[in-house]
């Protein structure tokens, strides 16, 4: 479970997108903070193009992104689900840090951050996004394991190493292990955790590194074979040697 949000942002604190237009709005919020939570970002501008980022609040229901659900009035709303709300004319959205507590950015204003409880905005209620998946999150970088490193947050995690593999989530930026690797659908898919694949779009593979321990083993091993083949040589020459002596004895014996 993620730690709830109770307190305002810091100017620079990652990963909001400071700077644009939609800074301290709800929106924006929403987007941000359901990104940081699941690893996925809620809704497009345009669910039937797919593209965009996010647009008015009231629309969050209809262009939700794989593979975010759109629950009812009737749903019970959990801890990282975003409420969308009919307000006013654009509509408003808040996020869900607990199962009974939110958190908000209202209009633009940068302090108009609201930690409350869940039902002390009043206004009604259109529908729920809920992500059902849990995210798949990257880790630092290992030289001792195969890993790929992701550059772009739009790239999709699927169940199956296939195109037509359900959508899972989408990847967040950093390096990934490689568990499995196949082809498929003209990609390379990397299984960065179990049932959970990724296509070498915008990736870097970095092969495992030998480490220090590896390479000084190895030195010791090729060290000792030399030394053995050295002693090979010598035991040889001493048994050329020995029939040399025992030759002669038989000579001078004779």
């Known amino acids: 479970m993620f730690a709830p949000r109770t307190k305002p942002l810091e100017y620079g604190e990652e990963p909001w997108a400071w700077g644009v237009d939609s800074e301290y709005q709800c929106t924006w919020w929403c987007f941000w903070r359901f990104y940081q939570v699941h690893g996925i970002f809620p809704t497009y501008q345009n669910r039937e193009t797919k593209t965009g980022s996010y647009n008015n609040a009231n629309t969050w229901t209809v262009n939700f992104r794989d593979p975010v659900e759109v629950k009812g009035k009737d749903y019970k709303p959990v801890a990282g689900d975003i409420v969308v709300y009919d307000w006013q004319d654009l509509g408003h959205v808040i996020f869900m840090e ?3 507590t939110t958190s908000e950015y209202r209009k633009g204003d940068p302090n108009s951050f609201r930690y409350a409880r869940f039902g ?3 206004s009604e209620i259109l529908g ?3 992500c059902p998946y849990d995210p798949v999150l990257p880790i630092g970088r290992d030289t001792g394991r ?6 772009d947050p739009d790239l999709r995690i699927r169940l199956l190493p296939s195109l037509d593999g359900e959508i899972v989530g989408h990847v967040q930026i950093g390096f990934y292990n ?3 690797k196949k082809e498929a659908d003209g990609y390379t898919w990397y299984e960065v955790e179990k049932d959970r694949w990724i296509a070498n779009i915008t990736t870097v593979y970095h092969g495992k590194e030998e480490d220090d321990f590896v ?7 090729n060290s000792t074979k030399a030394r053995i083949s050295a002693l090979e040589s010598e035991k040889e020459e ?3 040697d020995m ?3 025992s030759n002669i004895a038989r000579r001078w014996s004779e």
């Open 146 to 151: 195969d890993q790929i490193e992701t550059t």
């Open 120 to 122: 002390d905005f009043k």
């Open 178 to 180: 490689v568990l499995d």
């Open 98 to 100: 607990t199962d009974t």
């Open 243 to 245: 029939k040399q002596i």
């Open 238 to 240: 001493m048994r050329n």
């Open 128 to 130: 729920y996004l809920h």
């Open 215 to 221: 390479k000084e083993f190895e030195r010791f091993l």
